[in-house]
């Protein structure tokens, strides 16, 4: 599986209270994706994906924008080595 993929994402902005991370989990199993999802105490949100190349990076572009009620002003990435992570969820 050389195209197997993980990133760590950062979300800043208006996200936090606009149903990003049910919103992501939804968007993550819907394509496969696997990893978590999670608030961050200064107000972001971050995230963990892990799957294909191509589902990686099409979960990396919806965080561009995340869901209608957030107001995304910057998203960061680190890759990460793969894990063989498996299901999404959303961690409290």
């Known amino acids: 599986m050389s195209d197997l993929s993980r990133q760590r994402v950062q979300a800043y902005g208006l996200v936090q209270g ?17 990893g978590w999802v999670r608030n961050a105490e200064d107000g972001s949100v971050e995230a963990v994906f892990e ?19 957030a107001r995304v002003e910057r998203v960061e990435t680190q890759p990460e080595k793969p894990t063989g992570a498996t299901g999404f969820q959303i961690i409290d």
Do not use: I, K, T, Y
């Open 18 to 34: 606009v149903f990003f991370r049910d919103s992501c989990r939804r968007e993550a199993m819907r394509l496969g994706v696997a």
């Open 51 to 69: 799957g294909s190349l191509e589902a990686v990076q099409a979960m990396c572009r919806w965080c561009q924008a995340g869901p209608s009620q």
